[in-house]
């Protein structure tokens, strides 16, 4: 049981470069997000999904596509990358359905860099 | 509208003494309430939970933390620290039944020899 998967663990983009980060997750959630994570600013959410074929905006949504492949892959994607979306970026899952509390769990980030 | 405060960025304490970390939130309803831990490198990794059952809720790790809804407060607990424990930590609210996560700025604990 892999939990939460990402890849690439890093990445060095050019400014206008495009790049998608992949999650995958094994647990058959029904949930999944996708977290930016800043010095002094926690987790700040960029998009989530709560199924397959849904998605909806986070906090931090403008820059970011995702894509929900299945109920086990949910994509982020960056068109145009700039320097300000430098960050560490957590993909988490949870079994969430309306009415429950909602534990996520999370995987090990993607590093990216931006120059 | 939810919200989390951590009153300290950065706890330093030294191995075997005690570890408080201080959590104040804002919710409107019946919160969900959440500690997680991330050590260097890695992903966050959820130490306990409260929701809505008992009011002091133990962890991994020996960690433990206590719902004070008069004070609105979930302040993490350790009656001893180990010099495995040096990461950040971050409190989490969710409204029951509520997608969202809100998290608060996080507390770097350092564990001092």
């Known amino acids: 049981n892999a939990g939460v998967t990402q890849t690439p663990k890093f990445q060095v983009l050019k400014t206008g470069q495009s790049m998608t980060l992949q999650c995958a997750q094994d647990?058959?959630?029904?949930?999944m997000y996708w977290y930016r994570q800043d010095p002094g600013m926690g987790l700040r959410l960029i998009y989530y999904?709560?199924?397959?074929?849904?998605?909806d905006k986070g906090e931090v949504p403008n820059g970011y596509n995702v894509s929900r492949l299945n109920k086990r892959e949910f994509s982020l994607r960056l068109e145009s990358a700039a320097p300000s979306q430098t960050s560490v970026y957590f993909c988490?899952?949870?079994?969430?359905?309306?009415?429950?509390?909602?534990?996520?769990?999370f995987g090990p980030g993607t590093r990216l860099t931006v120059l | 509208a939810q919200s989390v405060t951590q009153l300290d960025s950065h706890v330093s304490v030294s191995e075997g003494t005690p570890v408080l970390l201080r959590c104040n939130y804002s919710s409107s309803y019946s919160p969900s309430l959440f500690w997680y831990v991330q050590h260097p490198n890695k992903g966050l990794q959820l130490l306990l939970k409260?929701?809505?059952?008992?009011?002091l809720v133990k962890g991994i790790n020996g960690f433990e933390a206590e719902f004070k809804k008069s004070e609105t407060s979930f302040h993490l607990t350790k009656p001893s620290a180990h010099m495995s424990d040096a990461a950040e930590y971050f409190c989490?609210?969710?409204?029951?039944?509520?997608?969202?996560?809100?998290f608060g700025q996080g507390t770097r604990l350092t564990i001092n020899p």
């Open positions: 988490a899952s949870s079994p969430w359905t309306s009415g429950d509390y909602n534990e996520q769990f």
């Open positions: 989490v609210v969710s409204e029951r039944g509520a997608q969202k996560l809100v």
């Open positions: 999904s709560a199924s397959e074929g849904t998605t």
């Open positions: 409260y929701t809505s059952a008992a009011t």
């Open positions: 647990m058959n959630h029904n949930s």
